[in-house]
């Protein structure tokens, strides 16, 4: 049975870069407070009216396609995971696919929050495997600043905005994508959660008044939840696969918090120069954080490179993969 490799990788981020000195003149904060407990410098910002996730999902699948050479007409499927969609309805990935000229295939929105990238990577691995398809597009974007609210220090440091894109098909010659694993525990919901929006909770002055409609996150709590998750379900794929920090080229981590991110790749036995790291430019992407890293640290893969990717999310959501790179 053929695998899915990620066989081309873009991204894409806004031009605005929001830094810790404009923040200090925003709310009660400071570089070094920023810095020692997110290890976060900057993030990028998508500025103008009527932009969402779909504008920055296409800059960057149209930049895949680009440069791979391969025309619009040729994608099979595309799937976008994204916690900030441009609407209710209808999904974003629609919105992409028409943004770069995709017509009539299938395309839908996965939402797992944080861990969206990887679980919308899954669901796009078994399209291959069972050969179903042969060019499946998986995008992560999300514009984090349309829900973050800038009068709340504790999370507005933390959030930008991005987009990056894999094209995933089929390979025989044992690389590609070997095993994930996905989890959640919906007992984590009021821990990190955006209250207000959905059909719980429809907009109305109440929730506007209330702040319902920003993200709302019990930091200490998702900390030890994400510290003890993302690290044990790294370890459970290592195991599975019989693979030791020494096997590891790359830990491909979602970028929240580099303390999380620190305490992951420790528990895994990965030195820190193996650990692909943008958070301090970027910020926390949520879908869009590891298809970023992946775009940003692609010259430095090679083929036949062991990669783990981890994730923790709002949910609680969680998971890991095991690629082997495939060029």
Not at 8 to 13: E, N, S
Not at 71 to 85: H, N, R, S, W, Y
Not at 203 to 211: D, L
Request: charged share 20%.
């Amino acid at each position: 049975m053929s695998k899915a490799a990620i066989t081309g990788i873009h991204g894409y981020v806004p031009d605005y870069i929001l830094t810790n000195a404009e923040l200090e003149r925003m709310v009660d904060t400071n570089d070094e407070w920023i810095t020692s407990r997110t290890g976060i410098k900057e993030r990028h910002i998508l500025k103008g009216e009527g932009m969402g996730s779909s504008h920055m999902g296409s800059k960057a699948v149209a930049g895949l396609l680009e440069k791979m050479n391969i025309k619009p007409e040729q994608v099979d499927l595309l799937i976008c995971a994204t916690t900030t969609p441009d609407y209710v309805f209808p999904c974003t990935a629609n919105l992409i696919c028409d943004m770069v000229g995709i017509r009539n295939i299938g395309s839908f929105d996965i939402q797992a929050a944080c861990s969206g990238f990887l679980y919308a990577l899954t669901i796009g691995t078994q399209f291959i495997e069972t050969g179903k398809y042969r060019k499946v597009i998986v995008v992560g974007a999300d514009k984090m600043s349309a829900i973050t609210d800038y009068t709340d220090r504790t999370t507005c440091v933390l959030f930008g905005d991005g987009a990056g894109a894999v094209m995933l098909e089929p390979n025989d010659e044992g690389v590609g994508v070997l095993d994930s694993i996905i989890k959640s525990d919906g007992s984590g919901q009021n821990h990190l959660l955006q209250k207000a929006g959905g059909s719980r909770y429809p907009p109305s002055h109440e929730t506007v008044e209330k702040r319902w409609h920003y993200v709302y996150q019990d930091g200490p709590s998702v900390f030890k939840f994400a510290v003890k998750n993302m690290a044990d379900v790294s370890a459970e794929i290592m195991e599975r696969n019989h693979l030791s920090g020494s096997d590891v080229a790359w830990l491909v981590p979602h970028q929240a918090n580099k303390r999380i991110i620190d305490a992951t790749a420790h528990r895994m036995g990965i030195e820190s120069d193996r650990v692909m790291l943008n958070i301090h430019k970027y910020g926390n992407t949520t879908a869009a954080t590891i298809p970023l890293c992946l775009f940003d640290y692609e010259s430095q893969l090679k083929k036949g490179d062991n990669l783990i990717m981890a994730a923790f999310g709002g949910g609680f959501t969680w998971g890991a993969a095991y690629i082997k790179w495939a060029y």
